[in-house]
């Protein structure tokens, strides 16, 4: 009986606590610390130091933060990028005209000097991370405010931020981890010159866009190939026509051997952000309160712009990557709460409390230190629940309607005249007119007139009368009709030509039209009432919670000490592990670990928007003309694995046990987006292009084999 009961204890706290097997984004020069072994004994055959080195050339300096939202990868000894087409679509759209349409047909250089500049486009490589948590801190006290505290860590990171050795072409930055417990410093290097070498057609790169994305079993090549330049010494430069392909420190060599169920991997890059570690209830909050008015949101300015898009050719172009993006994070929520509920997180994140509660009690010290932690939380967490619902409903909606960020550029304007005169209002014309004619492209005033009406309709039922902005309230008692006439009358905002007589004009001018303005009256208005309900409110509960979450996270670590952590994502460097494995989705449902082209041909709809298949792939997979690329008479397209990853991992290399480049990671599947906030092996899965169909496509499909050539093909498995 006692034996039992301990062993049961025993299985207990072994599922619930230690380090889930293959959960974590850890940071590469500690890997060897933490990491090696449990890398080896999945299957890694190279060391932590072949990884993260500062001594030698590793696999670190192959890889690049991607224009600060994505990954990439050097592939080839002259600099060549490889990244998704996702993460490339915005220069790829940017050089597409309907003549050269690159987004439809794709793009591909015939040599270097096609290959196309990309203004503001850059790659940055890490030259080391160092430990700098102890310069950080020094002189923080616990019983400092919140405020004094960052004053306090502020003053010391500029300091050790000066004091960094680098070269001249390097920069630094630290960044907090462990909610603040900890803090690195990153060296880092940049090149700005950074071209487009070629992206298949989106038929290819965003094949079954929405519908499939966030889904598996998938079956899109999603990459794209840039190229490096550099100064004649290979060091960073601007662009130009002089500089040459840079040669990196180290390029990735690429197995064509393939991927098998169970094959350890593991993802290099980038990831965004996670909250690994609230407690219970502010996961509840998420799942039930956050993401459900997000959705709701969403769904209706997806409604809205969709019901344009297909009436009108032109505003489908117009709002293609608008509704994308607003899309994407629409459906991962959907997935999250999914996700949340199936897997019980908040029941699991209960039973550790109770585990913590329980350890806690039982130990003096931890109790004199943590012994009300629990009971701090929640009382923050129940005092800002309200709070953060309506900050939730401020931001969703007065971002989607366009016309307030018009007036608000405008504005700004005007601001800079009264505040700095004629030379303040010169300086900022520049930037309020780039910034307008690149908004405008993509704005339509009877778009965002709808949206106006159906947003501002959720933003003043959906919620108590203390946080609504009272002129959107008389305005909607008036009728949302006529509210919308006086608005959009205002037809300066809404028209690129007129709002530019306006900047061009006198200041004094633009100063009295403003004074006037009912758009901006209610943006003002919309915005002070958020101030003054919400915002005061919220910043003074968040500093509560920011404490209380830095205190919970070190007292995880000091609780649960046979557990080793993983600091959340925050956008900087980090190598997450596992193996390359199919899912259980649901009860009487298995997912394979692998996709082939016969799979894109079963998705092949002739002509629809979604999953037309151009006409040479299909020649190709008749003809079974794969090249070296096929495995038993297949064309391999995608896989998943189980690498923790997240937004900001898509154009991360996935490497095999040697370090060779597999895939590319583009996604997360339907059933494990949650795992930014609880990550389940069971069904939390990432998903990779695998590297032979990123070949094949560039090779047979494109006719690119020059940089194929370039590239160094292995067989690790051919011995
Ligand atoms: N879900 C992926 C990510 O979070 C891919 C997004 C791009 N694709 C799309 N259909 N919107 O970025
Ligand atoms: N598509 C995501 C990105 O752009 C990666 C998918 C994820 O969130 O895991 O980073």
Redo the contacts with the bound molecule.
Sequence with gaps: MKHSKILFLLIFITNAFVAKADEGMWLPQLLGKLNESRMKSLGMKISAEDIYSINKGSLKDAIVSFGGFCTGEVISTKGLVLTNH?CGFDAIQNHSTLQNNYIRDGFWSKTNADEIPNKGLFATFIVRIDDVSKEALAGVTANMSEAERMAAIDKNLQQINKNTKKEATQKSFTRGFFEGNQYYLFVTETYNDVRLVGAPPSAIG?FG??TD??VWPRHTGDFSMFRIYASKDNKPADYSVDNVPFTPKKSLNISIDGIAENDFTMVFGFPGRTTEYLYSAAVEQIRTVNDPAKIAIRDKALNIIDGFMRKDEGIKIQYAAKY?SI??AYK?WQGEVLGLTRTDGVGRKKTQEIEFQKRVDANPSLKEKYGTLLQTLEAGYADIKSLVLARDYYQEIVSKIEIFTIVAQLNSLANAFEKNGQKGFDEAKLKVKAMLEDFMKEFNPKVDRKLFEGLMEMYVKNQPANVVSPMVKTLYDNGIAAAADKIYGENTFTDLSKLNVLIDGKPEDLVAFMKTSNTLALQKDLLATYQTAVQKDLTAVQNRITLAQRTYMQAQMDVFKEKTFFPDANSTLRVTFGKVQGYKPRDGVYFDFKTDLDGVMEKYKPGDYEFDVPEKLRTLYKNKDYGQYSVAGKMPVCFIATNHTT?GN?GSPALDAYGNLIGLN??RVWEGTMSDINYDPTICRNIMVDIRYVLFIVDKFAGADWLVKEMKLVHPKKK
């Design positions: 996702h965003n866009k929405d994305n966030w994308a899309q994407n991962k937004g898509s583009f996604d």
